[in-house]
């Protein structure tokens, strides 16, 4: 049973990174890479926007109905909670890899989209926070 659930688990990761991708590009982003990973790490979406480059962390929750999620309701519950201080001190490190791996120097930054799903009726809501310090 666990593994069902780890299954199902990975799968709302899943979604939630694609639907993450789509918003980006509604929003004028390319997106240049996903899951770099590194055993220490790994990051979720590398897009680029204009000049800058932006490493963004996915976090999905499945909810049932998110049609019912009002404005107050949606700022009580916050996934991007879940990146906490070992988890960005992970990212920034992956991140720095990156950087000299590509030898970029320009511009960047580090953001987190909260993905909210309702997979039974195919919607999701997501809730961007841009330049969260590493």
Same mark, same amino acid.
């Given at each position: 049973?666990r593994?069902?659930?780890?299954?199902?688990?990975?799968? &709302?990761?899943?979604?939630?990174?694609?639907?993450?991708?789509?918003?980006?590009?509604k929003q004028?982003?390319? &997106?240049?890479?996903?899951?770099?990973?590194k055993?220490?790490?790994?990051?979720?979406i590398i897009?680029?926007?204009g000049?800058k480059?932006?490493?963004v962390?996915?976090?999905?929750?499945?909810?049932?109905?998110?049609?019912?999620?009002?404005?107050?309701?949606?700022?009580?519950?916050?996934?991007?909670?879940? &990146?906490?201080?070992?988890?960005?001190e992970?990212?920034?490190?992956?991140?720095?890899?990156?950087?000299?791996?590509?030898?970029?120097?320009?511009?960047?930054?580090?953001?987190?989209?909260?993905?909210?799903l309702?997979?039974?009726?195919r919607?999701?809501?997501?809730?961007?926070?841009?330049?969260?310090?590493?």
């Open positions: 049973m593994n069902t659930n780890k299954k199902s688990n990975q799968e &709302v990761g899943r979604v939630g990174e694609e639907t993450a991708c789509k918003f980006l590009v004028g982003f390319s &997106v240049i890479g996903r899951n770099f990973w055993k220490w790490g790994e990051i979720d897009a680029q926007n000049d480059l932006h490493f962390e996915v976090k999905t929750v499945s909810r049932e109905n998110i049609r019912d999620i009002s404005r107050e309701t949606l700022d009580e519950y916050r996934p991007e909670e879940n &990146v906490h201080p070992k988890k960005l992970r990212l920034s490190r992956t991140i720095q890899t990156y950087l000299l791996e590509k030898d970029y120097e320009g511009e960047w930054q580090f953001d987190v989209i909260a993905v909210f309702d997979i039974e009726r919607e999701a809501k997501c809730r961007y926070i841009e330049n969260v310090v590493l």
